[in-house]
């Protein structure tokens, strides 16, 4: 199974973009998905995740209320509004099969997409 994002680009501060994660091999509905990101110089970090039903979100400080996760049976989304300059990062989708685990953790994922890239400008 290959997970694959799509959605990244080009955006001014407070614009929007939506990235998508898709799954192939497998469906999407199966798995916990998170997404991460990285910027240059720095670690990745935890963004968002949501559990394979749907039933519970999770956000980084930085995102909430400014980023939606959300989920169908193809794909799992995130919507970024209000985005700033420090937004800039490779963003990551991965997907994980581990029951009880912390989703805000990179260690609890069994797959991971190529990254797309997030670039705003002020």
């Known amino acids: 199974v290959q997970f694959e994002e799509s959605g990244g680009g080009l955006a001014q501060a407070g614009g929007s973009l939506r990235l998508s994660c898709a799954a192939s091999g497998r469906t999407i509905s199966s798995y916990a998905v998170g997404w991460f990101r990285q910027a240059p110089g720095k670690e990745r970090e935890f963004v968002a995740a949501?559990?394979?039903?749907?039933?519970n979100t999770f956000y980084a400080n930085f995102g909430k209320g400014r980023f939606t996760i959300s989920r169908d049976h193809a794909m799992v989304y995130l919507q970024m509004n209000s985005l700033k300059p420090q937004d800039t990062a490779v963003y990551y989708c991965?997907?994980?099969?581990?029951?009880?685990?912390?989703?805000?953790?990179?260690?609890?994922?069994?797959?991971w997409g190529q990254g797309t890239q997030v670039t705003v400008s002020s």
């Open positions: 991965a997907a994980g099969e581990k029951l009880g685990v912390d989703l805000t953790y990179q260690e609890s994922y069994d797959y």
């Open positions: 949501i559990t394979w039903r749907g039933g």
